[in-house]
């Protein structure tokens, strides 16, 4: 079994610092969906391009949704025929276009 590399104690400090930010950013974009500031579309778009959002469970995104829950979004993604552990960068056109039509944005 590989073992992990081995780190400074500098590098481990400031790899933990960003794991850190990473999960806030995540918690607050899934926040921000849910109260509406930010639709699933913005989301999508944003995936190429951002990091953060790009590694985000797709679940996890459709689950902050408001007015869905966990059952609703596995049972849409299992339709759709999305794996449970796509994240959002791999979601493809196809894919996100019977997103938008199953999770339409609200106004």
């Given at each position: 079994m590989p073992q992990p590399?081995?780190?400074?104690?500098e590098q481990?400090?400031?790899n933990l610092a960003k794991a850190a930010r990473v999960r806030?950013?995540?918690a607050e974009l899934k926040d921000k969906l849910k109260m509406g500031?930010?639709?699933l579309?913005?989301?999508l778009d944003q995936a190429g391009s951002d990091d953060v959002v790009g590694k985000m469970k797709l679940v996890a995104v459709l689950e902050s949704l408001p007015g869905v829950g966990k059952v609703k979004a596995r049972r849409t993604m299992e339709?759709?025929?999305?794996?449970?552990?796509r994240r959002m960068k791999g979601v493809g056109a196809?894919?996100?276009a019977k997103l938008l039509e199953a999770f339409p944005?609200?106004?």
């Open positions: 590399p081995s780190l400074t104690p481990r400090a400031e806030r950013e995540r500031l930010v639709t579309p913005d989301l339709e759709i025929g999305i794996s449970e552990t196809q894919q996100r944005p609200r106004s």
